[in-house]
Every structure is written in structure tokens, then in C-alpha cells.
């Protein structure tokens, strides 16, 4: 799967508030794990399991100079060259069950790994961004037992909730190993899927942690953001799919 993005900031700021983009590609294999089901693995996490690598480039194409001044490590946020490529290497197991006889739950569990080598890296990043990150995410979709109310079925039938959670390693800045405030990142996603539109969801989001927004990530940031996200699967088009799939594989 190849997956280009693109992000724009709005800074809060007089005339010029819009910033260079961040940009990102990502080049992802997935692959399913057959032999999952028949290991001790799934006793512990999930039913079955898929495992995925990825190779991401990140900038803000820019090519000016990354500091403003060089005595003080002044970062140039308008004009400064921001560029790093990493390997992104995962496991996500996950299982699918009914529940009465028109609801369907997914639950999921991701684990990766982002590891930046620094020949991949602008090199004025070595020892300020942390070239070693470690993610851990929880996903809940529809509803686990049937509730009394079915309205409230309905609901959940048609949310999902995601927790994320992240931890930089390796050198970055002068944080200790145990900088709680500099390498923690949280991640926290609700989604609501209306049945009346296709491929569509409404989000809220929370996010603290460094700032993933190109050359910005020296900054700490904590944001709350509630928009449309579109160019995404369906709960219920991912259930039915994950559902043929297993069906022939066996």
C-alpha cells in the first residue's frame, strides 16, 4: 500500500498564519499470519494476526538552514530543512465476534516500532529527536455484550475508540531516559460512523507529546481536535471484508 499525506497548520499568528506543509509517504506491506491460531500467542492476545512493515519519509521541503543561529541552536521553524526516512515494523492481533444476531465487535491490539537510522536522517537531528520509538495501541468497535437499550447498540455498533500510547528512546535533547514529559506520547481517538454516509466519519481526537509536525518537534504539544475524516474504512465494509477473508482461508 502506498499512502501519501499531506498536513497544513494554521498558526495562530497576524496575515501569514499558514506554514510550510508536512509531508509524508508511506510504502506498507501487510501480511496475515496463518500459524497465529495455532500458537500460545493467541491465548494471550487475539485469534489471529497480521504483521506489517513500512518505510515512511517525512520533511517539510524546505532547504534552508536548520539553524538560525548556531551559537544558541536556534531552530529556523520558518525556512530550516526538515527531513528524516525510518522503518516502521509491526504486529496487530485482533479478533471478530457476533454479538446477538444483527451486532459485531472488533478488538484489536497493535504493537510497532519506529526506528530512524541517522544516515537516513538530516544529520543536525542526531541527539535532539529520538531515533527509537516504541507504540502500543488498544482498538474497540461495536458492541462487546448487547446491551438493554438498543439504541445504545446502535451507537456502539457504529463507534470506535482507539488508545495509543508511545515512548521516545535514545538521545533527544538533554531529557533524561526516564523524561516522562519529553518522551510519553498519548493518543486517543473516538470515531463515529453515521449509517447514512459511506466512508465517512466524525473524530475526536487527543493528543499530547512532541510535536509530529516536521521541524516543530521540539515542542511539546496537547491538542484537542474534532473534524470529518473521509478515505476511511467503514466499521461494518471492515467486519464483512475481515469476515470473507477468514472464511477462505479456511
Known sequence: MLNPQVQIRMLDQYSVPIQVPSYHL????????????NTFLSKIFYNDAMWF????????????RFYTNDTTKTIDLIAGS?????????????????T????????EIKVHTEIYPSSWCD???????GFTRLFGAIDFGGPWRQ?????????IQNSSIEIK????????????????????????NYKYYPPWLDEVAFFVRFYSGQDYYNIYFEKQLTTLTIGITSNT?????????????KLKSK
Not at 100 to 107: A, D, E, P, V
Not at 147 to 155: A, Q, S
Open 165 to 188: 500510547s508511545g515512548w521516545i528512546f535514545g538521545a533527544l535533547h538533554s531529557a533524561s531516559p526516564v523524561d516522562v514529559s519529553k518522551r510519553l506520547i498519548i493518543d486517543l
Open 26 to 37: 508511506y510504502l506498507t506491506y501487510d501480511r496475515y499470519i496463518d500459524a497465529w491460531s
Open 100 to 107: 446477538g444476531s444483527k451486532y459485531f465487535s472488533l478488538r
Open 82 to 98: 526538515f527531513a528524516v526516512n525510518y522503518l516502521k515494523l509491526g504486529l496487530s492481533s485482533f479478533t471478530l465476534r457476533t
Open 123 to 129: 544529520p543536525h537531528l542526531r541527539g535532539v529527536y
Open 233 to 245: 474504512l467503514k466499521l461494518a465494509n471492515g467486519i464483512r471484508y475481515i469476515g470473507v477473508k
Open 53 to 64: 512493515a513500512s518505510i515512511v519519509h517525512h520533511s517539510n521541503g524546505q532547504s534552508g
Open 147 to 155: 446491551e438493554k437499550k438498543d439504541w445504545v447498540n446502535r451507537w
